[in-house]
């Protein structure tokens, strides 16, 4: 049997590009793990593709970003893993921004989970139901 395919692991500077963006969310160094994860790159197809990941924990959830190629990138959080959090993005080509947008997403809900409200209109204060949350994957 073939060996699966597998994505180049993340770089140096990508590795600093995540260390640095965690710095100025958190104000502190955060530890960040680096893994594989064998993932269906293709919906349906049962081909698996060995990707590299990040991980790091932070205010009580754990986050992920998938490499799936050059200039690929998917991210994950979760507070217990049988619930995981995507971003609404399936494919984010920029690094940066699918950390920064996996950090967002992650303080929204951390937020409506408290109770707080953020971004509320005239119109949207009349209607607290109008938010549907993160999308869960």
Known sequence: MPANPTVADFT???L????QTLLERYGTAVPVALADAEIELVAGSSALTTCPVLHWEARG???VIF???DSR??????YIETQQFGT???IVDNLGDCVVTVLQVQSDDERS?????????AFTIGNPDDYDGPLVI
Do not use: P, T
Request: aromatic letters at 12%.
């Open 12 to 14: 140096e500077s990508e």
């Open 16 to 19: 600093r590009l995540v260390n």
């Open 61 to 63: 959830a754990n986050f």
């Open 67 to 69: 490499k799936l190629g």
């Open 73 to 78: 990138y998917r991210a994950q959080f979760y």
């Open 88 to 90: 609404g993005h399936d």
């Open 113 to 121: 989970r408290a109770g707080i409200k953020s971004g509320m209109n």
